[in-house]
Nanobody, 127 residues
């Protein structure tokens, strides 16, 4: 059973930085698939993909709205996924979810639905 647990939610001023982490347990190369990453759901809006890393190739993709400001990384030894967020904006306010086993290729406007989700962690950016 794959479990994802996010850490690091909180409040931050616009222009500031924040880091989220996600500890993955029950992971094997076969049951997590090739995609791990982060989604977010702003208040009153649909959930959207934020960043993806393919565990085998290491290839990364970002949503246009966060490109150049957010960085996804993975520490295999610690089974932990990170999302470093810089130059935060009020529109980045959302519940952020760690997710695994999905595809988000360059030809897809939206990612496929992940098989595994974390419980979510709230990030609030104030102006």
């Amino acid at each position: 059973q794959v479990q994802l647990v996010e850490y690091g939610g909180g409040s931050v001023q616009a222009g500031g930085s924040h880091i989220l982490s996600c500890v993955v347990s029950g992971y094997t190369a076969t049951n997590v698939g090739i995609g791990m990453g982060w989604f977010r759901q702003p208040p009153g809006k649909e959930r959207e993909g934020v960043a993806r890393i393919y565990t085998r190739s290491g290839r990364i993709r970002y949503a246009d709205s966060v490109k150049g400001r957010f960085t996804i990384s993975r520490d295999s030894a610690k089974n932990t996924l990170y999302l470093e967020m810089n130059n935060l904006k009020p529109e980045d306010t959302a519940t952020y979810y760690c997710a695994a086993d999905f595809i988000w290729d360059s030809g897809q406007s939206t990612p496929t639905t992940p098989s595994y989700w974390g419980q979510g962690t709230r990030v609030t950016v104030s102006s």
